[in-house]
């Protein structure tokens, strides 16, 4: 197996766009790994996103892929689909203390999304 993608790579372009410069391009089908905000419907309340790469790397070999890498995203504490997350609601980049900080909102109101709540689209 090959060597993990580095956390410089992956946050590349969100890191871009936090210190306010120019981010490389990037395509609907190609989530971009950090720590971001959205919305469901227009006017709903901010979720907290976050999308990372799962690395696996192998016990006797470290540094060393044990499978692929691959991609997640959870909004408000639930798993998502990482690339229909990017096309369908186009999260936005914000401070990962900022991200902390609308969780501990959502987990103090005791508003973090359910399944079946109907804030959330049908199953993504």
């Not at 950090?34 to 996103?49: A, E, I, L, Y």
């Not at 044990?66 to 998502?80: D, I």
Request: with cysteine; hydrophobic share 35%.
């Amino acid at each position: 197996m090959r060597e993990p993608t580095s956390l410089s790579t992956l946050l590349e372009w969100y890191n871009a766009c936090i210190e306010g410069g120019v981010p490389p391009r990037v395509y609907d089908d190609e989530p971009q790994c950090g720590w971001f905000k959205m919305r469901f419907r227009k006017n709903s309340p901010w979720q907290p996103c976050r999308i990372w790469m799962d690395q696996v790397c192998e016990i006797d070999e470290p540094g060393r892929l044990a499978q692929p890498e691959e991609l997640r995203a959870e909004v408000a504490g639930r798993r998502w689909d990482p690339i229909k997350l990017w096309t369908w609601y186009h999260p936005r980049p914000i401070p990962r203390a900022d991200y902390n900080a609308l969780t501990a909102t959502l987990r103090q109101q005791n508003t973090f999304l359910k399944p079946g709540d109907y804030r959330a689209p049908a199953r993504l």
